[in-house]
């Protein structure tokens, strides 16, 4: 089993910043890869960012590119999601996922684990 709690959601004006962060737990969690994806109202959730607790290797969705940033923290257990220059239509819960490496497709339907969400909203 493996646990995700994401954090560090809220409200922000347009072009400002967030860091979302995950605590992952649980014997196997870093069998995984780690990644974020978001859920729009109204749309289906979406990849966002995905790293390796290895090698910190990572890839992102065309979309974020250049503004979201994705990273870990080893010794503590966590994955962030920097974003940047934020806009109104990145409004959305955003949710923390675990997945095994083998699945080369960061689809939803993919994840092993989810973490409860986190919302945020930005304002323009």
């Known amino acids: 089993q493996v646990q995700l709690v994401e954090s560090g959601g809220g409200l922000v004006q347009a072009g400002g910043s967030l860091r979302l962060s995950c605590a992952a737990s649980?014997?196997?969690?870093?069998?995984?890869?780690m990644g974020w994806f978001r859920q729009a109202p109204g749309k289906e959730r979406a990849f966002l960012a995905r790293?390796?607790?290895?090698?910190?290797?990572?890839n992102y969705a065309d979309s974020v590119k250049g503004r979201f940033t994705i990273s870990r923290d080893n010794a503590k257990n966590t994955v962030y999601l920097q974003m940047n220059n934020l806009k109104p239509e990145d409004t959305a819960v955003y949710y923390c996922?675990?997945?095994?490496?083998?699945?080369?497709?960061?689809?939803?339907?993919?994840?092993?684990?989810w973490g409860q969400g986190t919302q945020v909203t930005v304002s323009s």
């Open positions: 649980g014997r196997t969690f870093r069998s995984y890869g």
């Open positions: 790293i390796s607790w290895s090698d910190g290797s990572t």
């Open positions: 996922a675990a997945i095994l490496p083998y699945k080369l497709l960061p689809l939803p339907g993919n994840v092993d684990y």
